[in-house]
T-cell receptor
Framework: GEDVEQSLFLSVREGDSSVINCTYT??????LYWYKQEPGAGLQLLTY?????DMKQDQRLTVLLNKKDKHLSLRIADTQTGDSAIYFC????????????FGKGTKLSVKP | DGGITQSPKYLFRKEGQNVTLSCEQN?????MYWYRQDPGQGLRLIYY???????QKGDIAEGYSVSREKKESFPLTVTSAQKNPTAFYLC???????????FGSGTQLSVL
């Protein structure tokens, strides 16, 4: 069945780059998303990529998609303490074709 | 400001009691969702609704009930049949099923 996998923890130093990885199983996914959750808050949509793209850049965020390996990554450049949060990746098939499937989330800790 | 409002932020339930969590959106979205989040477990789908007066069970619907009488509102009732209700509950909406989700800020439910 469908599954989205992420490592549970990542620790980096302030100013370094963070790379959060995600693997998914369904090659027919249409969109892949990255969400950020700060403690005690809801999920905030950070960015998303359409499945026919390889890369998307948005300020400090770079999303890379390798469809052959079903691998998605989120790179955060110049990581700040405010980036400490849980990051979820999710896949979908597009409108009216089933709900988003979420990974369990990666907790990013940024040390000063 | 458009968005999703969940209330209350914190809720306490006594044994044998039903409690209702509120979710209202003014984004004109057709689809609405309820997720449960336990530490380290990621998000689990409780119920979702694609249109007014219609809703479907998600992966963990037992012990919960919902209604969708208005497009803007999707309240969740945690019944006394739910034996382990302590969790963080997240409401979300999207234009239609399978598209990117917008989340509320969550309700933390605890048992007295």
């Amino acid at each position: 069945g469908e599954d989205v996998e992420q490592s549970l923890f990542l620790s980096v130093r302030e100013g370094d780059s963070s790379v959060i990885n995600c693997t998914y199983t369904d090659s027919s996914s249409t969109y892949l998303y990255w969400y950020k959750q700060e403690p005690g808050a809801g999920l905030q949509l950070l960015t998303y990529i359409f499945s026919n793209m390889d890369m998307k850049q948005d300020q400090r965020l770079t999303v890379l998609l390798n469809k052959k390996d079903k691998h998605l990554s989120l790179r955060i450049a110049d990581t700040q303490t405010g980036d400490s949060a849980i990051y979820f990746c999710a896949e979908s098939y597009g409108g009216s074709q089933g709900n988003l499937i979420f990974g369990k989330g990666t907790k990013l800790s940024v040390k000063p | 400001d458009g968005g999703i409002t969940q209330s209350p932020k914190y809720l306490f339930r006594k044994e044998g009691q039903n409690v209702t969590l509120s979710c209202e959106q003014n984004l004109n979205h057709d689809a609405m969702y309820w997720y449960r989040q336990d530490p380290g477990q990621g998000l689990r789908l409780i119920y979702y609704s694609q249109i007014v007066n219609d809703f479907q069970k998600g992966d963990i619907a037992e012990g919960y009930s919902v209604s969708r009488e208005k497009k803007e509102s999707f309240p969740l009732t945690v019944t006394s049949a739910q034996k382990n209700p302590t969790a963080f509950y997240l409401c979300a909406s999207s234009w239609q099923q399978g598209e990117k989700l917008f989340f509320g800020s969550g309700t933390q439910l605890s048992v007295l």
